[in-house]
């Protein structure tokens, strides 16, 4: 049977609206720009350089060993949710219970399931922009819509209004989705602003969503300021993470999503009709990850923030460069004067200078105009990355 336009849109049509609907990623649109390409530089996805430490990948080869390759428990493996509950322990200073902790097969998976927690069809998610464009799509996705705010750029660093913010909750809110330090701005919110948001989200009865997955990358020392600081355990606050960053393991796809335990029922049955847990393995690599793993972190953050300095320096010398120093995560978002199109810059620079940028307006209004590089790499890479980006504008 010969398949003909008419019968393809006939397929579209028939599928749910917010699926068919769903945007394309604008990082990917570059991505797919330079498939192939024999050399080029890729600094345009969130994750650093280095492979999975050993100890990590050994705790997983020790569990397959082990026969360990059957259904597991949906909330999580009791050794993992009790590792989570010692590392927040160590990092937020108070005690935590395991039972508020459950393990997801990705941080984009809690992230779907916070969201589908507290937010459904015709509600509103209030999103502060620039952000991860799977944000605001995992809540169209959901059948709800994405409240856009955006942030305010200077020299001095992004910043989040918070008059603005709070104008654009209105009657069909359901939630603020916060990321601090923020992907892609570097964005880290203040523990006043942090109080702030918390205390208004509870006079109005509001879910926050807390994205802290960059918290341990946070250059004043430290980890940065957390909604653990000035929420009680039982409020309406649900926090996305993931073993991606810290630990080097964006490829396992582990994650995990902490919430007053009352709703463990429901998150496990979300957990259920998703993936049916996380294998027992990676949990196993994961917990070896958060008791074993504080000397690679560090190492991790350390190496960003050489990285960050290497590419600050690099784009201020040329001159003709907007940003901001990072205070938090791995990113740096800049600007070039005279060049206000950043996707089609983004796809130049694949093109005449052999890099590898995500282009800022895939992170959603307020990013126009601007570039994201990733600079959890090596110093000889980043160094040759700016060599080529310097390159490139003096023969612009």
């Known amino acids: 049977m010969t398949i003909t336009e008419d019968t393809e849109a006939a397929l579209l049509a028939a599928l749910r609206p917010e699926a068919r609907n769903s945007p394309d990623s604008g990082i ?189 990358f946070f250059y004043a020392g430290g980890r940065a300021p957390s909604f653990y600081d000035h929420v009680a355990d039982d409020s309406r606050v649900l926090f996305v993470n993931t073993f991606s960053k810290n630990w080097a393991m964006t490829g396992w796809r582990v994650g995990w999503l902490s919430a007053p335990p009352i709703l463990g029922d429901t998150i496990e049955n979300l957990n259920q009709y998703s993936t049916t847990g996380v294998a027992v393995f990676m949990q196993r690599a994961a917990v070896a990850a958060l008791d074993d793993g504080e000397d690679f972190v560090a190492g991790q953050v350390a190496r960003a923030q050489a990285g960050r300095d290497t590419v600050v320096s690099a784009l201020q010398a040329t001159g003709r460069a907007r940003l901001a120093v990072p205070d938090g995560a791995f990113y740096l978002m800049f600007g070039i004067d005279g060049e206000d199109d950043a996707h089609d810059l983004a796809l130049r620079l694949v093109d005449e200078a052999g890099l590898g940028l995500a282009p800022g307006p895939a992170f959603g209004p307020g990013g126009e105009g601007f570039l994201r590089i990733c600079y959890l790499r090596s110093t000889a890479e980043l160094s040759s990355a700016m060599e080529r980006l310097t390159g490139w504008l003096e023969r612009s």
């Open 28 to 216: 990917y649109a570059v991505i797919r720009r330079g498939l192939g390409r024999q050399g080029l530089i890729r600094l345009w996805v969130g994750e650093g350089d280095q492979p999975t430490p050993g100890f990590i990948a050994d705790a997983a080869a020790g569990s397959l060993r082990a026969g360990e390759t059957f259904y597991t428990q949906q909330r999580g493996i009791p050794e993992l949710r009790e590792a989570l509950a010692r590392y927040h322990e160590l990092h937020y200073g108070r005690p935590f219970r395991p039972e508020r902790f459950f393990v997801t097969a990705s941080g984009m998976l809690a992230v779907q399931i916070a969201v589908r927690l507290v937010a459904g069809d015709g509600d509103e998610v209030v999103v502060p922009t620039p952000t991860w464009p799977n944000i605001a799509a995992a809540i169209g996705i959901g059948g709800a819509v994405p409240v856009h705010v955006p942030m305010d750029f200077s020299p001095d660093g992004w910043r989040l209004d918070l008059d603005r913010l709070f104008d654009a909750v209105g009657p069909k809110t359901r939630a603020l989705f916060i990321n601090t330090p923020a992907n892609p701005t570097a964005w880290v919110a203040s523990h006043d602003e942090i109080a702030a948001i918390a205390a208004f989200a509870e006079e109005r009865g509001l879910w926050i969503i807390a994205d802290e997955v960059y918290h341990r």
